[in-house]
């Protein structure tokens, strides 16, 4: 089955900085990659993802990319705020076929802005 | 208009139990699953349903049972708990598989403690 190793486990950062969180995956047959922001007692929610047919991804401050051949993508936050403080989770899946949608996520990374 | 729902929302019992958390989603999804995040945020699939069908089974202890009466409800019954089932239990749904959505959304979650 499908294995997603996440790194690092804890991040801290200063206010305006950038942050990078990266993640391996095992299945090669996996090309659906979500990240979910998980703030303290609350839900997971998705905040980007990407299909294996693109390389990267953006959105405003938030962007992924992706390297098929190494297997690897990655979370990329620049201008980091207080409010970005959260634990992140990367996932694979496949899509299709008889996987029906099951997300492998990776260990998480705690998150912490300073102000 | 919450889009998926879980009931209780803390569930705090003795060992030995049975206990169940309910799930409901008002997206007309067809496919739900149930999550498990243990003390170290790691989290895991258990179940999933798709149109009331169970379509993914994970190793999971046969004292879980989940049970589907309609495409918008998913529940999990939980036999004999014991001290390691405590943990948040997600609920999720997903858009038809069919449809190209693969966005999972998370309910609120259920704090389950076994004392």
């Known amino acids: 089955g499908e294995n997603v190793e996440q790194h690092p486990s804890t991040l801290s950062v200063q206010e305006g900085d950038s942050a990078v969180i990266k993640c391996t995956y095992s299945d090669s047959a996996s090309n659906y990659f979500p990240w979910y922001k998980q703030e303290l007692g609350k839900r997971p929610q998705l905040i980007i993802d990407i299909r294996s047919n693109v390389g990267e991804k953006k959105d405003q401050r938030i962007a992924v990319t992706l390297n098929k051949t190494a297997k690897h993508f990655s979370l990329h936050i620049t201008e980091t705020q207080p409010e970005d403080s959260a634990v992140y989770f990367c996932?694979?899946?496949?899509?299709?076929?008889?996987?029906?949608?099951?997300?492998?996520f990776g260990q998480g990374t705690i998150l912490t802005v300073h102000p | 208009d919450t889009a998926v729902s879980q009931t209780p929302k803390y569930l705090v019992t003795q060992m030995g139990n049975d206990k169940s958390i309910k799930c409901e989603q008002n997206l007309g999804h067809d496919t739900m699953y149930w999550y498990k995040q243990d003390s170290k945020k790691f989290l895991k699939i258990m179940f999933s349903y798709n149109n009331k069908e169970l379509i993914i089974n994970e190793t999971v202890p046969n004292r879980f049972s989940p049970k589907s009466p309609d495409k918008a409800h998913l529940n999990l019954h939980i036999n004999s708990l014991e001290l390691g089932d405590s943990a948040v239990y997600f609920c999720?749904?997903?858009?038809?598989?069919?449809?190209?959505?693969?966005?999972?959304?998370f309910g609120p979650g259920t704090r389950l403690l076994v004392l």
């Open positions: 996932a694979a899946s496949r899509v299709g076929g008889t996987s029906y949608g099951k997300l492998t």
């Open positions: 999720a749904s997903r858009a038809p598989l069919a449809g190209g959505q693969e966005t999972q959304y």
